[in-house]
């Protein structure tokens, strides 16, 4: 897999042409929906199989699997495009392996009211799929927003493993500290939740639970410890896993990078797995910023590796980008969120050359617009091939377990196609198809 950065004139024929590829294949393996509208400082990536065949009359992709010693899975995995169809045509040119280099877990996080289609693509290149659909209410009572059932069994058919996703956030991301408090401290509430959680668990086809931990810092690790150890034992006697997903507030403070310094040796011991993710949401009330930072996630790393195993954490990857108006008013601004798609339309429409901040491993553009003939500056950050890259890169180094893919409701090929062809992707459970 190589990873190429649009330069001017480029188009896609000059650039299969340049790296000796079909230029069908380019357009699939990035997801290119603006052929003749490439933006100077786009990154596209070039996949290269080890082994292809074209379709044979008479052939089928069960008869196809069969013969190369393949799952359906993979066959749908190395060909996505074969999801949005019944048939396969004679002549056509299917991807049957890849030189993959390692082994990876994919933790991906959706809402049940994920697209259909978007969700039958995705579900090859998962290991664990996490329902975002329940939150803790008042009354310490589990809420949830839609029946989740069918996604549940869509999951399991795929060989995904579903876990019931469970916070304390808004529908708006905005965490509740008080309920947090009450909670954490108070016994009683810490047993009603622990039967509710095990109550749902029960009655559905969930394999286990992603518990979104919100607001945890040195102070109070203690009462989260205590109540995840109470949890922990009775999810594990009943056969169900336990995994955390944690916001670690990576920020830069007086030109140092800080977060929570956690008692990770403790943590890892009560759970199946600890996943590491700024999540996102549709507004950003904070300066203009990367959307992720390769340096502060690093950091982060090198002191967990030190109290927890490897093969225990994962590293989020937050698909989204935000723009911001200038000058940023830490009262009255707030940035809008993009999907990575809508970013490059944007960068196209007004003319834009992406840049790319080498500390942070993300791109970003600005741009102006006019209000009645008075200019006002923007300047959207994002993610790219890049970013994506340099995170799988530090799984790889660091001997970690995965990656979580922050969110899944648009389906997003490029980041998709990198993983694919550089890693096998773990499943845990057989497949239905």
Do not use: C
Not at 47 to 69: C, H, K, M, N, R
Not at 132 to 147: A, D, G, H, K
Not at 333 to 347: E, G, H
Not at 367 to 384: C, G, L, Q, S, T
């Amino acid at each position: 897999m190589e990873i190429y950065v649009i330069q001017k004139g480029d188009t896609i024929n000059s650039i299969a042409d340049k790296f000796g590829v079909s230029a069908n294949r380019l357009i699939h393996d990035n997801g290119l929906e603006l052929l003749d509208n490439l933006v100077i400082g786009q990154s596209i990536i070039i996949t290269y199989p080890s082994q292809t065949y074209i379709v044979q009359e008479g052939d089928s992709l069960s008869s196809i699997a069969e013969a190369f010693g393949i799952t359906l899975i993979e066959l749908l995995r190395n060909n996505s495009f074969l999801s949005d169809r019944e048939y396969i045509y004679p002549g056509e040119t299917l991807v049957i392996r890849y030189n993959t280099t390692s082994k990876v877990t994919v933790n991906g996080y959706a809402y049940p009211f994920i697209n259909h289609n978007t969700l039958i693509k995705s579900l090859p290149y998962l290991t664990y799929l996490s329902i975002f659909n329940y939150r803790l209410s008042e009354e310490v009572e589990i809420m949830t927003y839609s029946n989740d059932t069918e996604m549940i069994q869509i999951a399991k058919d795929y060989g995904v493993v579903p876990l019931m996703m469970l916070s304390s956030l808004s529908p708006f991301g905005e965490p509740n500290i008080e309920l947090l408090f009450k909670v954490l401290n108070n016994k009683e509430y810490h047993d009603q939740l622990v039967k509710n959680i095990l109550k749902i668990l029960k009655s559905s086809d969930f394999h286990g639970i992603n518990i979104m931990i919100s607001g945890i810092n040195e102070t109070n690790q203690k009462n989260y410890i205590d109540f995840l150890t109470e949890i922990s034992k009775t999810l594990k006697d009943n056969g169900y896993l336990l995994f955390i997903t944690i916001n670690p507030y990576l920020k830069y403070t007086d030109e140092q990078i800080t977060f929570e310094h956690l008692d990770y040796t403790a943590l890892h011991q009560i759970v199946d797995g600890i996943i590491f993710l700024h999540y996102v949401w549709s507004t950003n009330t904070n300066p203009p910023a990367p959307v992720s930072s390769i340096r502060l996630i690093q950091n982060l790393i090198d002191y967990v590796v030190k109290m927890a195993p490897a093969d225990k954490i994962t590293v989020g990857k937050p698909l989204i980008g935000y723009d911001w108006e200038l000058p940023f008013n830490p009262k009255t601004s707030r940035a809008y969120s993009l999907t990575i798609a809508s970013a490059l339309r944007l960068a196209h429409d007004v003319g834009s050359i992406i840049q790319f901040d080498e500390e942070s491993q993300t791109p970003f553009f600005q741009y102006k617009v006019f209000y009645a003939n008075i200019p006002v500056e923007h300047i959207v950050w994002f993610i790219d091939a890049r970013s994506i890259n340099v995170l799988d890169q530090l799984v790889n180094d660091y001997n970690l377990t995965g990656s979580g893919i922050w969110n899944m409701m648009i389906y997003y090929q490029q980041i998709w196609s990198l993983i694919n062809s550089q890693y096998e992707i773990i499943k845990l459970i057989p497949s239905n198809l």
